[in-house]
Structure formats: C-alpha cells, structure tokens
Nanobody, 121 residues
Framework: QVQLVESGGGLVQAGDSLRLACKASTRTFINYVMGWFRQAPGKEREFVGV????????RYADFLKGRFSISRDNAKNTVYLQLNNLSPEDTALYYC??????????????WGQGTQVTVSS
C-alpha cells in the first residue's frame, strides 16, 4: 500500500475551475497507475479518470466531455486532476487511488481520504 493525501478542493461557483492534487508517500511512485474517483451524497463512487506511470497515457469517464484532465509529476510524487467549467452536478468527494503496474488485478489497492468539491449555481 501507499499513503495518499488529496488537496485542492473547496467551494466554487458554476463555471469555475479547480486543480486537485494527490501526494503519494512511496519511493516507487513511478511504478503506480494513478486514478481519480468521486462520490456524491447518496450515490455510489464513480470512476473519473486514470493515468499510467509515465503520465503519457490517460483515460476518462465519458460524462466528463473533455472538462477534466489528469497529469502527474513523478519528481514530486504527485498526481493532479484539473477540473474546468464546473457545474453543481460535479459536487462530490474526490478521491485518488493507486495501483501498482505489476498488479494482477484492475483493483486499486490504496485510497486517499478525499477532498470535497462543492459547486454552487
């Protein structure tokens, strides 16, 4: 497992942007696939996106419509989620997660505590 701490959430207005960060405590960050998920009150956790260890390959949920982007800085052990053109429907607790690239399964084994994003209209 790896320790993950998210930051950057807050209360914003519709149309605003935020950049979330997830700092990982591991000496082998370069070996991890990093993902972002979110969960709104009363709803199940949903997939947002994922980035491979190199940072060159990303995949996103269809509902994003190009509004979000993921990047990583391996020198800083940090993965980012850029949230643009936010709407009230984006209000949720956002989590980052880690999966070792050598894992036999598609499950993420490490999770952060989450950072709250609240969007008002």
């Amino acid at each position: 497992q790896v320790q993950l701490v998210e930051s950057g959430g807050g209360l914003v207005q519709a149309g605003d942007s935020l950049r979330l960060a997830c700092k990982a405590s591991t000496r082998t960050f370069i070996n991890y696939v990093m993902g972002w998920f979110r969960q709104a009150p009363g709803k199940e956790r949903e997939f947002v996106g994922v980035v491979d260890p190199s940072g060159r390959n990303t995949r996103y949920a269809d509902f994003l419509k190009g509004r979000f982007s993921i990047s990583r800085d391996n020198a800083k052990n940090t993965v980012y989620l850029q949230l643009n053109n936010l709407s009230p429907e984006d209000t949720a607790l956002y989590y980052c997660a880690a999966r070792h690239r050598a894992s036999e399964t598609a499950d993420f084994g490490s999770w952060g505590q989450g950072t709250q994003v609240t969007v008002s209209s």
